[in-house]
């Protein structure tokens, strides 16, 4: 089994920043993408970024420049640094991860954290 944990959500005034983290543990013999999403109230859950195994990113149009996701292979964690953050970026924020287990591939999420970007 495989657990993806995510921490460093938070209270935070508009234009401060944030950092999140998710790290990945279990019977993992690969980590192929990972993302961030993220779910507002009363919205669907969006792809905020995505970095590849070689750590190609890509951002939704509305964090970039703000926010940057990097990866850490060797210890199996993700990361979202958030600066100049705007009421709108408030959600759950869940990290996501495309994991070779032995024998399968599977998709992976955190249990979400929340953050919270105060005007």
């Known amino acids: 089994q495989v657990q993806l944990v995510e921490s460093g959500g938070g209270l935070v005034q508009a234009g401060g920043s944030l950092r999140l983290s998710c790290a990945a543990s279990g019977s993992i013999l690969s980590i192929n993408g990972m993302g961030w999403y993220r779910q507002a109230p009363g919205k669907q859950r969006e792809l905020v970024a995505g970095?590849?195994?070689?750590?190609?990113?890509n951002y939704a149009d509305s964090v970039k420049g703000r926010f940057t996701i990097s990866r850490d292979n060797a210890k199996g964690t993700v990361y979202l640094q958030m600066n100049s953050l705007k009421a709108e970026d408030t959600g759950v924020y869940y990290c996501?991860?495309?994991?070779?287990?032995?024998?399968?591939?599977?998709?992976?999420w955190g249990q979400g954290t929340q953050v919270t970007v105060s005007s």
């Open positions: 996501a991860a495309d994991v070779a287990e032995p024998g399968r591939i599977r998709a992976y």
């Open positions: 970095i590849t195994s070689g750590g190609k990113t």
